[in-house]
């Protein structure tokens, strides 16, 4: 029997906890820092930061931790694996080496081209003025990238001369390297792969939605709702994926001399010219998660033993069903996300910038739950998801209401109206 350690505070920490408390050989999930919405699921939390190492390391060998399994990007940039290998403690998440592929761009687009695997050209830039002067001569729309961990907010797709120009500009106000890329346009979709050297196992597709309001408006944030499968990326596209992507990955990092026992997010894109990678994250994805580990059948514990042991686990996905999750965020966010804002208790949502007790949830930060529904259809899990939506006290949180309208385009054109999308929660 094992107690496993979960580091990270976020939803996607939550849906990690309540899989690995599934396992009939896990007696005890803690989260460190967690947040205290987890609590609701038999997740115990623990007052260190995902940041503190060494106290960590003394929580895991105070409490007989069997695995420690890492959330965020940050502390694995900061290279928390290292840190536990050398104190011998089981661990899942990329060592510092391998989570540049998420920290640095620069780094990823170098292992993608010497590796062939698909993504866009890319110019990379040490001065302001160097830069400027290659984007007043290149195409629009481009993209610009801040290199380094920016939460999300490092990448400005520049449709106008002047946005560019304003872009760089206030890139090189916070970094001295910038990447200009060529736009893909293009489906977007999440493809994340668990790891343990050569062994790999695909999780199911799944599709984020970035923007704060509905029909792909408002400001970027860190994902307002997901749902899986993905119909449009069919099995055909999927083995291109494998074929073009994922193993070029893995076999591109063992010929780069790097060991990976931990977790690969495609950000993928399918364009006209076929699958091409947007980025990298060496971490799950967040909303993503939420609706994937749901779909587990099987003992998620053995499966990241198995992976640290780079044997081949055996696992199942459910196959009839669509999963479909909404994020409610503070009013503000992601600007200035309000504090103390009401948040409604419901046992079996993912909680993630929250404070309080258990029973009088408030926000402490943008991202504060998700909502999770499963239906027969895209279009059930989509009405089961805003049907839970409409019973809670929402307030004054704010949510989009159109989660999964991309996956509906797929969807055959002769519906009946009340197969329709819930417009109202
Ligand atoms: N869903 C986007 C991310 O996790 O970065």
């Given at each position: 029997?094992?107690?496993?350690?979960?580091?990270?505070?976020?939803?996607?920490?939550?849906?990690?906890?309540?899989?690995?408390?599934?396992?009939?050989?896990?007696?005890?999930?803690?989260?460190?820092?967690?947040?205290?919405?987890?609590?609701?699921?038999?997740?115990?939390?623990?007052?260190?930061?995902?940041?503190?190492?060494?106290?960590?390391?003394?929580?895991?060998?105070?409490?007989?931790?069997?695995?420690?399994?890492?959330?965020?990007?940050?502390?694995?940039?900061?290279?928390?694996?290292?840190?536990?290998?050398?104190?011998?403690?089981?661990?899942?998440?990329?060592?510092?080496?391998?989570?540049?592929?998420?920290?640095?761009?620069?780094?990823?687009?170098?292992?993608?081209?010497?590796?062939?695997?698909?993504?866009?050209?890319?110019?990379?830039?040490?001065?302001?003025?160097?830069?400027?002067?290659?984007?007043?001569?290149?195409?629009?729309?481009?993209?610009?990238?801040?290199?380094?961990?920016?939460?999300?907010?490092?990448?400005?797709?520049?449709?106008?001369?002047?946005?560019?120009?304003?872009?760089?500009?206030?890139?090189?106000?916070?970094?001295?390297?910038?990447?200009?890329?060529?736009?893909?346009?293009?489906?977007?979709?999440?493809?994340?792969?668990?790891?343990?050297?050569?062994?790999?196992?695909?999780?199911?597709?799944?599709?984020?939605?970035?923007?704060?309001?509905?029909?792909?408006?408002?400001?970027?944030?860190?994902?307002?709702?997901?749902?899986?499968?993905?119909?449009?990326?069919?099995?055909?596209?999927?083995?291109?994926m494998i074929d073009q992507v994922i193993l070029p990955t893995?076999?591109?990092?063992?010929?780069?001399?790097?060991?990976?026992?931990?977790?690969?997010?495609?950000?993928?894109?399918?364009?006209?010219?076929?699958?091409?990678?947007?980025?990298?994250?060496?971490?799950?994805?967040?909303?993503?998660?939420?609706?994937?580990?749901p779909q587990l059948r099987g003992d998620f514990y053995q499966?990241?033993?198995?992976?640290?042991?780079?044997?081949?686990?055996?696992?199942?996905?459910?196959?009839?069903?669509?999963?479909?999750?909404?994020?409610?965020?503070?009013?503000?966010?992601?600007?200035?996300?309000?504090?103390?804002?009401?948040?409604?208790?419901?046992?079996?949502?993912?909680?993630?910038?929250?404070?309080?007790?258990?029973?009088?949830?408030?926000?402490?930060?943008?991202?504060?739950?998700?909502v999770i529904a499963h239906g027969a259809t895209l279009v059930?899990?989509?009405?089961?998801?805003?049907?839970?939506?409409?019973?809670?006290?929402?307030?004054?949180?704010?949510?989009?209401?159109?989660?999964?309208?991309?996956?509906?385009?797929?969807?055959?054109?002769?519906?009946?109206?009340?197969?329709?999308?819930?417009?109202?929660?």
């Amino acid at each position: 029997m094992a107690k496993v350690l979960i580091v990270g505070s976020g939803g996607r920490e939550h849906a990690i906890g309540r899989a690995m408390l599934a396992s009939p050989q896990v007696t005890a999930v803690y989260c460190a820092p967690g947040n205290p919405g987890m609590t609701l699921s038999g997740i115990q939390t623990v007052a260190i930061a995902e940041t503190d190492f060494a106290g960590l390391v003394a929580f895991v060998h105070q409490a007989a931790i069997a695995l420690t399994f890492v959330g965020p990007e940050a502390p694995l940039a900061a290279g928390i694996v290292d840190y536990f290998e050398a104190e011998d403690l089981p661990v899942f998440g990329a060592n510092q080496a391998v989570a540049q592929l998420e920290s640095s761009k620069v780094f990823a687009k170098a292992f993608m081209h010497r590796h062939q695997i698909p993504t866009a050209g890319y110019a990379v830039f040490h001065d302001a003025t160097t830069a400027l002067t290659h984007s007043q001569q290149a195409p629009l729309p481009q993209v610009i990238k801040v290199d380094g961990l920016a939460a999300g907010k490092g990448v400005t797709v520049a449709q106008t001369q002047t946005a560019a120009t304003t872009a760089i500009t206030a890139a090189f106000a916070i970094t001295d390297t910038v990447l200009i890329e060529d736009f893909m346009g293009g489906f977007e979709f999440s493809q994340m792969v668990l790891v343990g050297g050569d062994k790999f196992c695909l999780l199911p597709t799944a599709q984020d939605h970035k923007r704060l309001r509905d029909a792909e408006k408002g400001p970027n944030t860190g994902g307002m709702g997901a749902y899986s499968p993905v119909p449009q990326i069919t099995p055909v596209i999927r083995q291109q994926m494998i074929d073009q992507v994922i193993l070029p990955t893995i076999n591109g990092l063992k010929a780069d001399g790097l060991t990976l026992n931990g977790v690969i997010y495609v950000g993928g894109i399918l364009t006209s010219k076929g699958i091409q990678v947007i980025e990298y994250n060496l971490r799950l994805g967040d909303p993503e998660t939420q609706i994937l580990l749901p779909q587990l059948r099987g003992d998620f514990y053995q499966v990241i033993v198995d992976l640290l042991h780079h044997q081949q686990p055996t696992l199942t996905w459910q196959t009839t069903a669509t999963y479909l999750g909404v994020v409610l965020a503070a009013p503000g966010y992601p600007e200035h996300a309000q504090i103390g804002v009401a948040v409604p208790t419901l046992p079996t949502a993912d909680y993630a910038s929250v404070s309080g007790t258990p029973q009088h949830l408030v926000s402490a930060g943008g991202r504060v739950m998700m909502v999770i529904a499963h239906g027969a259809t895209l279009v059930a899990a989509q009405q089961q998801a805003y049907a839970q939506l409409g019973q809670l006290a929402t307030g004054q949180l704010q949510f989009r209401h159109d989660i999964g309208w991309q996956g509906l385009q797929a969807m055959p054109p002769k519906m009946s109206p009340a197969d329709g999308p819930a417009s109202e929660a």
